[in-house]
Every structure is written in C-alpha cells, then in structure tokens.
C-alpha cells in the first residue's frame, strides 16, 4: 500500500511540475498571433499545447514524419504547408506515436491541439483537430517555440 501511494506521489509531482523549450522572440509569436492568410498555395498550420497538465513532461511533435519540435504546457508552433494536400501531425506517446491526417486546404488555417493523457506509466500525449474559433483564442494566450529541435 505504501508503495503504490509513493508511486502515486511521484507520478502527481511529475505531471504537475513545469518544462520550458527554447522560445520565440516576442515578435515572432506577435506576429503568428495575427492569424493572417497563409501564402499563395499554402495552409497555415499551428500546433499548440495549452495548460499546465502534465506540466513536467515534454513532447515530440513531426508534421509529415520532420521534427517540428518539442512542446511545454503553454506553446506553440506555426509552419505553412503545401495546401490542397494531406498532412500528418504526429506526437509521441508512450508506446508508440499518435497520428492526425489533415486535408489541408489553399488559403486557410487550422489549429491542431496536442493533449496529454495519463498512461499506465508515463503521460501519454494525443493530437486533436480544433476550431479555428477555439484554436485563435487558446493560441492568443500562448508564446511561440523555435523549431526543429526534438527529443528523439
């Protein structure tokens, strides 16, 4: 009994306590928080995790199998992709990536939100396709992450 309520402990610590990734200037982020149209042929692609759950932990997130990179509870990412085609956002898990197929269309935004999840020994993370409504307002209160730079 002691041992699981040790266990327990230890794993409450860990997803509640705080990572940080390298960050964006102020700029930058400012500037991705404008939700301007992306370039001719491209979708707008932001990826972001909010809150603080799973606070300690952080995660790997590919966009078409590269690195996008790490994410903390409160960041986030922004790339242009070839519209009028299919992308898959991946993040990693704990046994195995969870994957979203995104069908892309030219001229538009979407907003992909990785969530973290309890596992049988560590979080586990997951990626769900939001509105742009919701994706615009949770992205408004977070800060933007540099690029490429992944655990794995």
Known sequence: MKTLLLATLITTAALAGCSSVPMESAE???????????SEGKSGLYI?????FGG???KDIWL????????A????????????????????????PNDLIVKAEN?????VSQYIKMGVFVGGAGVELVS???????????EMAIKGQCSS
């Open 28 to 38: 930058k982020s400012g500037l991705a928080k404008q939700f301007n149209s992306p």
């Open 64 to 71: 078409n199998g590269k690195c996008i990179g790490e994410t």
């Open 107 to 111: 001229g538009k935004n979407y907003f």
């Open 56 to 58: 300690a932990l952080k």
């Open 73 to 96: 509870p409160n960041v986030f990412f922004y790339e242009e992709v070839s519209g009028d085609s299919e992308h898959k956002i991946s993040t990693e898990s704990e046994f195995s």
């Open 132 to 142: 742009e409504e919701k994706g615009e307002k949770e992205i408004s209160e977070l």
């Open 48 to 52: 972001y995790r909010s809150g603080s």
